[in-house]
């Protein structure tokens, strides 16, 4: 566990040597504000809480999130730093949590700079701060969701395009597997617990849980061992997909 | 201590190592040899754990390649064929970062990285992003994260690959100065022969994923057939057909419309003598005799087309 500190290091400085990170960051910032104010009728709401802030955020990082993700294995695979790295002493494990860790603090970093709409609905009124910091908690673990899938998809190839598109779309049905979208699919003729399985997985119904303030330990694990098993997932595509 | 047993790695049908086994002693520096696509590469990246060797075993340092990789890891600094490295990042921050994956920390580290810097001359771009450096210095880069924690076992993948001939120079001499009076073990694998009779005690030749030769570089020149010929540039053409005759001649081949006969010796004799001897009895305008070592690219052509044949 050693290297991990110093493999998280280096990644999060790497975000930072170049534009993306503040691109990023600006982007995330802009489009958060529209999606509030104009889409979600904050002021006309009246309601002095962040639901029409934390509601937009599954869509929002749908896009955002795969391309902090994307570069994550496919970079190392294309300029041949895979082999550099996997031929130090540093264990998988040590690899893909430092790695991803390090994308996920600076999904936070970005979400952190949003704090000035809890100062402004702090003047405005008079909202439950603790169901906020939930809200912040569950769009963080959230966007941890969206980045162990998205490193699983960056291991897969060494076109960051396509770890992008694919994991939008694996994001995506993650998103709607609680919609009659995807779950008409399987009401004909799949049985009730599959259905409530299937429904189960959804980042949305999860989501809008914790957003409201309400922390269930329930969907906590959910997020979390979604990540392990993405993270799991990620780590075995590397060992079969490494030479490629 | 390399010790290598069996190694095999299969490519769906291509089999890119097959059934290697050597070994490489303390002090050696190994030369590995092969045409392209020989599984030099592939042979590199199983020893340094890139790879899982499909069959086989191998260990450094008495540490075993599959079982305890971690630990036959720290003992070995590796250079990938082209140098890869953090494009992104600043000379100083990436041989900074590299030490600290090898546990090196504060004073002990800053220590490794200097001595480093000065062994491969990165100086003058300590600043610079890697992004930005020439070929010469990127590869220099990659040596000093490979020579930087001091390894027991140095492995670099065609170092001197796309350099020109100064930077070559620089490389080798680097390589001879890390190798001389240490117990490590240097492995070089490179397709460029001269770069084995500068810099390398030990060569070893495979084609196909198979062992074709093993031996010191002299030895290997040894196997040619212009191991002792003699080659007499001539002011004028004569008839060399007499020269056959000698004890030990096995043939003569003539060069530039007969200006140039280079006397080829039967295995183990010395003709030197007797050809001269003949030279000045028939009182050839010679210009220059000399004896041949033997040619290392010969015996590597010949070598690696046997086994294609």
Known sequence: MKSLGVIFKRELGSYFATPLAYIFIVIFLVLSAVFTFYLGGFYEGGQADLIPFFNFHPWLYLFLVP?????????????????????????????????????????????????????????????????????YLGSWLLAGGYLAIGSCMSALTKNQVIAFILSVVACFVFIVSGFPLVLDLFSGWAPQWLLDAIASLSFLIR??????????????????SLMAVWLLATAIVIDLKKAD | M?????????????????????????????????????????????????????????????FDIRSQILQAQRQMGYLPEGAPCYGDMRVKGFLEFIAEVRGLR???????????????????????????????????????????????????????DGLDPNQKHQVRQLIQQLASGSNKIVVISTHILEEVSAVCSRAVVIA??????????????????????????LQQPVDSQPLLALP????????????????????GAVIFPAVGEYARQQQWQVKELSVERGRLDEVFRRLTAEEAA
Not at chain 2, 210 to 232: C, F, I, M, N
Not at chain 2, 252 to 264: A, I, M, N, S
């Open chain 1, 67 to 135: 391309a902090v993700a994307m570069r994550l294995w496919a970079e190392e695979r294309k300029s041949g730093t895979i082999e550099l790295l996997m031929t130090l002493p540093v264990s998988r494990a040590d690899m893909v949590l430092g790695k991803f860790l390090a994308a996920w603090v600076f999904v936070g970093i970005a979400l952190v700079l949003t704090f000035p709409i809890i100062i402004t609905v702090n003047y405005l009124g008079s909202p439950d701060n603790g169901a906020i910091f939930t809200g």
């Open chain 1, 207 to 224: 989501f809008d849980a914790i957003s409201k303030g309400v922390l269930d330990l329930r969907d906590l694990l959910y997020f979390i």
């Open chain 2, 2 to 62: 390399i010790k290598i047993n069996s190694l095999t790695k299969r490519f769906g049908d291509h089999v890119a190592v097959d059934n290697l086994s050597f070994e490489v002693k303390p002090g050696e520096v190994l030369g590995f040899l092969g045409p392209n696509g020989a599984g030099k590469s592939t042979t590199m990246k199983m020893l340094t754990g890139f790879l899982t060797p499909d069959a086989g075993s191998a260990s450094i340092c008495g």
């Open chain 2, 106 to 160: 504060g004073a002990d580290k800053q220590r490794h990285v200097a001595r480093a810097v000065e062994q491969v001359e990165l100086q003058g771009v300590l600043g610079q992003s890697i992004d930005t450096l020439s070929k010469g210095f990127k590869r220099r880069v990659g040596l000093a994260q490979a020579i930087l924690h001091d390894p027991q076992v140095l492995i670099l993948d065609e170092p001197t």
């Open chain 2, 208 to 233: 196909h994923g198979r062992l074709l030769a093993d031996g010191t570089p002299d030895e290997l020149e040894a196997r040619s057939k212009y191991h002792q010929a003699v080659t007499v540039l």
């Open chain 2, 248 to 267: 030990g001649v096995l043939g003569v081949e003539t060069e530039r419309d007969g200006h140039q006969l280079t006397v080829l010796a039967e295995p």
